[in-house]
């Protein structure tokens, strides 16, 4: 089945516990159906015959459709070597904000990021210009960062959108560096891993070794950086352990053998397939265990490097060597890639279909299975601030939720504006690592980030609230917002490092007080002064 020539999967509403459940609901009533297949060819007469269809044909029915419910939900996956330019002013194009449907959860791995000293130092003490041009793009649309980490030049970003954050938790991220004997982090990976409804997933971006010798050397920095991050977390310890992995980055594998001019030759005409077989990353594959695990779309898009700035044109230059010689022009390749993996319970067999969807095949994938599938994998060569260009791809993943109930409810008391304290309480609806380190966060809609808060209030101090005990506090008057607005209340947990509960959006009231330190006009019968 080729991804691209299917019609992709269409859903009306992200989270509808009834949708999209056809690829899953198709590979257990084949189970049903070869089961009555048996069954027909044991029975004796045909009204025996007939009675067992009908039973078996029910239960397969009740069984796709009562009893493995799915959700499905879109991931948006970006990867691109910037070459440390700075971000363009619309990267709307980028994350295809119209799409339908729409995305769940974006994210966004960039390589090359800007890293001198002074800029690195800047970037650690507020946010680095690329991860402000996605924040405020996105923001608007409902999307909240979910977390970030940066190794000098590797950047990670992961955005959800608000709805979806109470259940996103055990949020961690690490590095690891390999460039220069892995004491300068100009080559690694940085990784986010969380619990996504309780399905443990992972993401690892990464910048491999250049240049067109070492495959070799890029397959085991791949392979150490898998096998070097590890995680505080006792049933995923490391990248492999997760349910679900995507790698992806500046793997810098490159097109061997072939020459310029027929690279160029069969990219100017589209054919794509010629070029596959000496593409180091594909022959990696089938050479090398841990890589045949994962999966990847088809390379129907052009080589994504290496590119004249600001143009479609693949490199014109003639760089000079360090003896001041003229070099050799780089041969365009498929260096920006996104590979997939879930996690699999034994080996996969030669006969299994060579299907571009996954099914986890994990010991709990019974009670809760998972199924991925790429709808897309493209470039998008619009942007040309890089000699790369970004790659993209798009997943629906159906799962079924592990839980859907919020650790914590929490909720606004009365009406709220700044001429008075305000109430609110929370409850613990599940007994988790709870800390009176843990805070509830006033959050104005269309907030960026866990820490984007207009203010906020710690826990209760003294002790740690029992299951189902609901609690109130108060916030003080002078720190709500005189203007008032649309507003959401989050209650963060440090421990889990994530906003474990979210009120519905209430109205705060404009303040009094407003008026009287002239933030708003005057209202003087009726006119405003």
Request: glycine letters at 6%; proline letters at 5%; a negative charge.
């Amino acid at each position: 089945m080729d991804p691209l020539t299917d019609s992709p999967r269409v859903r009306s509403d992200s989270m509808s516990s009834s949708a999209s459940q056809g690829s899953r609901s198709k590979v257990l009533l084949r189970q049903r159906l070869s089961q009555l297949m048996t069954c027909i060819e044991d029975m004796s007469s045909d009204d025996e015959a007939s009675e067992e269809v009908s039973r078996t044909l029910d239960e397969a029915f009740q069984l796709c459709g009562h009893c493995v419910p799915t959700d499905a939900f879109r991931l948006h996956m970006v990867t691109w070597n910037v070459a440390t330019a700075e971000p363009p002013e619309d990267v709307t194009s980028l994350l295809q904000l119209d799409v339908q449907p729409p995305t769940d959860v974006y994210v966004i791995g960039l390589q090359e990021v800007n890293a001198t000293p002074v800029r690195f130092i800047s970037d650690l003490v507020v946010e680095d210009s690329w991860s402000h041009v996605f924040m405020d793009t996105l923001a608007p649309r409902g999307f909240v960062k979910v977390t970030s980490v940066r190794m000098q030049g590797l950047l990670l970003l992961v955005f959800a959108k608000q709805i979806h954050l109470p259940y996103i938790r055990n949020i961690q991220t690490t590095y690891t560096r390999t460039g220069i004997f892995g004491y300068w982090g100009n080559k690694g990976g940085v990784s986010v891993r969380f619990s996504f409804y309780g399905h443990m997933v992972c993401f690892l971006n990464c910048h491999l070794a250049a240049h067109m010798n070492y495959a070799l050397q890029r397959v085991d920095e791949f392979e150490y950086i898998l096998e070097a991050q590890d995680f505080d977390f006792m049933d995923t310890p490391h990248v492999l352990d997760h349910k679900l992995v995507f790698c992806f980055g500046d793997l810098n594998f490159r097109i061997s053998d072939h020459g310029l001019h027929f690279l160029r030759s069969c990219i100017n005409s589209g054919r794509f397939n010629l070029l596959w077989d000496k593409d180091q990353l594909l022959a990696m594959r089938k050479k090398e265990p841990f890589l045949q695990e994962f999966e990847e779309g088809p390379l129907n898009f052009k080589p994504t490097y290496k590119f004249d700035r600001n143009s479609d044109t693949y490199d014109t230059s003639s760089p000079k060597t360090w003896l001041g010689f003229n070099g050799k022009k780089r041969k365009p390749a498929w260096t920006d890639r996104i590979l997939w993996r879930v996690k699999p319970k034994s080996l996969p067999s030669e006969d299994d279909d060579d299907e571009r969807a996954s099914t986890s095949t994990d010991d709990g994938q019974d009670e809760y299975p998972l199924l991925v599938t790429q709808d897309k994998y493209t470039s998008d060569m619009s942007y040309g601030v890089s000699d790369h260009k970004p790659v993209i791809a798009t997943f629906s993943l159906e799962l079924r939720k592990c839980f859907d109930t919020a650790l914590v409810h929490v909720s606004p008391l009365g009406v709220w504006s700044a001429d008075q304290d305000a109430l609110l309480t929370y409850t613990v609806q599940e007994d988790f690592m709870s800390s009176t380190w843990d805070w509830i966060g006033l959050y104005k809609v269309g907030f960026k980030s866990p820490t984007d808060y207009e203010t906020f209030v710690w826990v209760r101090e003294n002790d740690l609230p029992e299951t189902n005990e609901v609690i109130q506090i108060s916030m003080d008057k002078n720190h709500i917002p005189l203007l008032g607005g649309q507003y959401v209340l989050g209650y963060y947990s440090t421990n889990l490092r994530s906003i474990v509960g979210l009120s519905a959006s209430f109205q705060i009231l404009e303040s009094k007080r407003a008026a009287l330190e002239g933030l708003v006009p005057e209202d003087i019968n009726g006119l405003n002064k």
